[in-house]
């Protein structure tokens, strides 16, 4: 592995109906979008452990016990462990402060973003290696898509309107308020809307690997 000190943090919901890909309801039937949800699991677990860069382990909401998560388990051969904390901030931190305990720093992302590859991830911990204090990569719809750091910071995560056109402006200014040293990767889109997916059909990215859309 390239990066051993390293750790990618993968956050996924469970794949239950009406619960994940709500935006996408009733543009797709809640059964589908939670069939997308997993394909899109999938599909991110499988490019960032081909890349082979550092350990990964998966973060699971609300908790581990899903079918689908024991197969990813047994799939992929990686640990799974229960995000705790209130919303999404909490979570995150949660993870980095437990991760970054034995390992000098860490990457989170989600299961939303396609066209994240290996190179990204690459750069991200590159970025962190050669000693930025956060990597972050802004998503098209105002939030962010990847975010990387070397210590935790809570006031990176209190009180955001998570699911704002204005996370990762927040974000930013935060960072730059704290003084952090922030490497910025490229803008990459999230599958959250129909207007999304109709881009993710288009784009074969799925279909190439898993043949379900």
Not at 81 to 97: H, I, P, S
Not at 114 to 133: C, I, S
Not at 171 to 189: I, Y
């Amino acid at each position: 592995m390239l990066f051993p000190r390293a750790k990618i943090l993968v956050f996924a919901k469970a794949p239950v109906p009406g619960k994940v890909k709500t935006r996408l309801i009733p543009y797709l039937d809640a059964e589908v979008a939670a069939s997308l949800h997993a394909d899109l699991v999938r599909h991110t677990l499988a490019t960032v452990i081909e890349a082979k860069l550092c350990d990964v382990v998966l973060w699971c909401a609300p908790d581990s016990s899903h079918s689908f998560f024991k197969f990813i388990e047994q799939r992929y051969r990686i640990p799974l462990y229960e995000q705790q904390g209130e919303d999404l901030g909490q979570r995150m931190a949660n993870a980095f402060e437990e991760t970054l305990a034995d390992r000098r720093y860490a990457v989170i992302i989600g299961t939303d973003c396609p066209t994240l590859t290996k190179t990204d991830l690459y750069r991200a911990l590159e970025k962190l290696n050669r000693g930025a204090d956060a990597v972050i990569a802004p998503a098209r719809d105002g939030g962010y898509v990847l975010i990387g750091l070397r210590r935790t910071y809570p006031s990176l995560f209190n009180n955001i309107a998570w699911g704002s056109e204005r996370v990762f402006t927040e974000t930013r200014q935060r960072a730059t308020k704290l003084g952090l040293r922030v490497a910025e990767l490229n803008q990459h889109w999230d599958v959250d809307r129909p207007e999304d997916y109709e881009q993710l059909r288009e784009s074969g990215l799925l279909k190439r690997r898993w043949g379900s859309i």
